[in-house]
């Protein structure tokens, strides 16, 4: 009885992770940046950037009209990347963080540009 009741509890357990959508960081799909914001928030540059496909939102972020950069070590080329590709018509791909929102939206952790 008792090994029953161990291999029903590890089934819900394993089907309750299995339909968890996102449980960790993850790349968005290939897109299309549309603009690319910056400004100053609490002294540190904040970097927003739109784009024409839906908003990949593991967090479950509150506003989830576009993604945000807040990390000093990668906001200005998170801008100079967002900028670069609109300007090249090239599209792009952000980690986005699953756990964390930057001013109520998605936040990007890391971005690439598919040239």
Request: glycine share 4%.
């Amino acid at each position: 009885m008792r090994v029953r009741m161990q291999t029903a509890l590890l089934a819900m357990l394993i089907g309750g992770v299995a339909a968890q959508p996102a449980w960790c960081d993850q790349w968005t799909p290939a897109l299309t940046p549309t603009s690319a914001q910056a400004e100053n928030f609490n002294g540190a540059l904040s970097v927003y950037v739109s784009t024409t496909q839906p908003v990949l939102n593991p967090a479950n972020c509150p506003a989830a009209d576009g993604w945000i950069a807040i990390d000093p070590v990668i906001s200005k080329e998170a801008l100079a990347m967002a900028l670069t590709a609109i300007a090249a018509n090239h599209q792009v791909q952000f980690y986005v963080s699953s756990t964390q929102c930057a001013r109520s939206r998605p936040m990007i952790l890391s971005f690439q540009i598919n040239w």
